[in-house]
């Protein structure tokens, strides 16, 4: 998987391909698909969402350029398999799921491999985590409307913010650097997530 998928399409980051090495995708996903989990492709993980597909995981977590000292705010657990990668490249991840079934089921897999250095909980992402910020960087792995600004707020001076942004049906991969004189945008490319639904995303069906 590392090395066709995500090395060969320019992943260079050392410490993003040792992680997806390391982190064992098929216990994300229910037991009927775990011969598929290293595909090239998302996986569906119940509820109508889905594990990301691994070269979107890479190039997310890439563009965060997380050191062990960083503590990072994800928006959107789905299975937990991109918060196990950032906690095996982060100081301290703190995660948000809005539904609960899913929100279990991570929690359980990610205490299961002993990932002591995950905090999560189960409510609206969108508000972000306002009691921990400000946040070193922050990843949203649902697609949103717009950029929402508690994010831009819950940053550190220095602190990166990697967020889909679109349609329903595709979006564009931003990242967003905080500076002392103001927020710098940068397009990644087009990306296509599950819809980020909450007060500052979109309304619940
Ligand atoms: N990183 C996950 C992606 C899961 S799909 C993985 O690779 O498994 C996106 C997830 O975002 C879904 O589980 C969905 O329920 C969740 N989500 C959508 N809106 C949210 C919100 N406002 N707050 C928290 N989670 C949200």
């Known amino acids: 998987m590392v090395s066709k998928q ?23 996903v229910g037991e009927a698909l775990q011969d598929q989990a ?18 979107i995981v890479a190039e997310m977590t890439q563009a965060l350029e997380l050191t062990k000292e960083d503590r990072v705010l994800e928006i959107g657990t789905g299975s937990g398999y ?8 982060a100081y301290r991840v703190y995660t948000i799921e809005r539904l609960r079934t899913l929100f279990i089921k991570a929690r359980k897999i990610l205490d299961e491999l ?8 189960c409510s609206d992402g969108t508000l972000g985590w306002p009691e921990e910020s400000p ?16 994010f831009v707020e819950q940053l550190d001076v220095g ?44 309304k619940e069906e």
């Open 6 to 28: 995500i090395e060969a399409r320019g992943i260079r980051d050392h410490g993003v391909l040792e992680a997806m090495r390391k982190v064992p995708r098929h216990l994300f």
């Open 38 to 55: 290293y595909g090239d492709f998302p996986l569906p993980i119940g509820e109508g969402q889905t594990i990301s597909q691994p070269y």
């Open 82 to 89: 991109q918060t196990a990668i950032l906690a095996e490249l």
């Open 114 to 121: 002993q990932y002591h250095n995950v905090v999560a909980k």
């Open 135 to 150: 946040f070193d960087a922050i990843i949203v792995t649902a697609g949103s409307p717009e950029v929402p600004e508690v």
């Open 159 to 202: 602190g990166r913010l990697v967020i889909p942004v679109g349609n329903q049906y595709s979006q564009s991969l931003l990242k967003i650097v905080r500076r002392e004189d103001g927020a710098y945008k940068t397009d990644l490319g087009g990306c296509r997530f599950v819809k980020l639904i909450g007060e500052h995303g979109w």
